[in-house]
């Protein structure tokens, strides 16, 4: 399984390539107690759900010391696999539903993430701000937006402005012009090439950013 990361990130240093391959057992083993993961990708796990997440290590590379909050994490993507890839940037994953933060958990004592906070609870409540925030398959960016832009950083020690990464799917033509902030859309397709990514994209917004892209 160590070929398809190495494929698009040759740069892994063994440590976390081999936390990367362990995600699939440790996933797997706690699917068939939780329901995580769509029991269809099981066979595509690496490529649905873990690449899927390291797509946006593709386009930002986080800064050491950075803090990004992955709203609505569920079982824990994509902030475990960001985790993994980024070991000095501290994760705080996020979400209402307490089994799956349980999974989360789970999974990140079993890597020893020491970069890595569970949260179980709703996120209007928490006080921290972040540097970004991630979000994957969630709802409508137009109904999120009101739960997390207070939680979004002022201060910035990253190249890139702070913001909002969501990761998206299908057509997004309504759901785009509900957005009222500058944002930047990018096609996983032009970062990876496997099928499933054909209609896949990364959408960053920030209220930093000056101009649409």
Same mark, same amino acid.
């Given at each position: 399984?160590?070929?398809?990361?190495?494929?698009?990130?040759?740069?892994? @240093?063994? %440590?976390?390539?081999?936390?990367? &391959? @362990?995600?699939?057992?440790?996933?797997?083993?706690?699917?068939?107690? $939780?329901?995580? $993961?769509?029991?269809? =990708? /099981?066979?595509?796990?690496?490529?649905?759900?873990?690449?899927?997440?390291?797509? &946006?290590?593709k386009s930002f590379q986080f800064e050491k010391g950075s803090e990004v909050l992955d709203f609505g994490s569920g079982g824990g993507f994509?902030? $475990?696999?960001?985790? $993994?890839?980024?070991? =000095?940037? /501290?994760?705080?994953?996020? =979400?209402?539903i307490a089994k799956k933060m349980k999974v989360a958990s789970a999974v990140a004592d079993s890597l020893k993430l020491d970069n890595v906070k569970i949260i179980n609870g709703r996120v209007e409540d928490l006080k921290q701000k972040f540097d970004f925030i991630t979000c994957r398959a969630v709802g409508r960016i137009g109904k999120i937006m009101p739960w997390v832009r207070d939680s979004l950083s002022t201060s910035r020690i990253?190249?890139?402005? %702070?913001?909002?990464?969501?990761?998206?799917?299908?057509?997004?033509? @309504?759901?785009?012009?509900?957005?009222?902030?500058?944002?930047?859309?990018?096609? &996983?397709?032009?970062?990876?090439?496997?099928?499933f990514f054909e209609t896949k994209e990364i959408i960053y917004l920030s209220r930093y950013l000056k101009n649409r892209f």
């Open positions: 399984m160590s070929e398809i990361y190495l494929k698009h990130f040759p740069e892994l @240093d063994e %440590n976390r390539l081999t936390k990367l &391959i @362990d995600l699939r057992e440790l996933y797997l083993e706690w699917n068939e107690k $939780i329901n995580v $993961i769509s029991r269809k =990708d /099981t066979s595509t796990f690496e490529v649905n759900h873990v690449l899927h997440s390291l797509s &946006i290590a994509p902030g $475990i696999p960001l985790a $993994i890839f980024f070991p =000095d940037v /501290t994760f705080t994953l996020v =979400d209402s990253n190249q890139q402005k %702070n913001g909002f990464i969501f990761l998206k799917g299908g057509d997004l033509s @309504d759901e785009m012009k509900e957005t009222k902030l500058p944002y930047r859309r990018i096609p &996983i397709s032009s970062i990876f090439e496997e099928e």
